[in-house]
């Protein structure tokens, strides 16, 4: 098994062996830094056009899993990728919650209120 030549973080290459990762590949461990790596790490760089490719499928509206299953990528990928999306939208397109909160929604919420403030009167009272 050839190790990488020199650590992708110090470049160093004094190694020793760490484990197994969970997919159970041989894990080392660099001397130096710490680092933990694998001996022939894959290539998963997802190319520009593929990106866009899967926009254009999460535009359409498709599920999540289908994307995956027609890309080619993994679900942890894909769910990165749409918080990478999420955090790059401005902030005034996000919903602003009215300044003052409707009758409907207080009177629900002061029901909401007292029924657990009984609760908790019936359960200490109990005891």
Request: glycine share 6%.
């Amino acid at each position: 098994m050839v190790v990488r030549d020199t650590c992708p973080a110090c470049s160093s290459n004094r190694y020793k062996k760490n484990g197994h990762t969970r997919h159970g590949k041989q894990n080392h461990q660099c001397t130096t830094c710490g680092r933990q790596l694998t001996a022939h790490p894959l290539d998963r760089r997802i190319a520009p056009e593929q990106r866009l490719r899967i926009e254009q499928l999460l535009r359409e509206r498709l599920s999540l899993r289908g994307i995956c299953r027609a890309v080619g990528v993994s679900l942890t990928w894909l769910l990165h990728f749409l918080v990478e999306g999420f955090t790059a939208c401005p902030d005034d397109l996000h919903v602003q919650l009215p300044a003052q909160p409707r009758e409907i929604v207080m009177s629900r919420l002061e029901a909401e209120a007292d029924e657990r403030w009984s609760f908790v009167v019936r359960r200490v009272g109990a005891m």
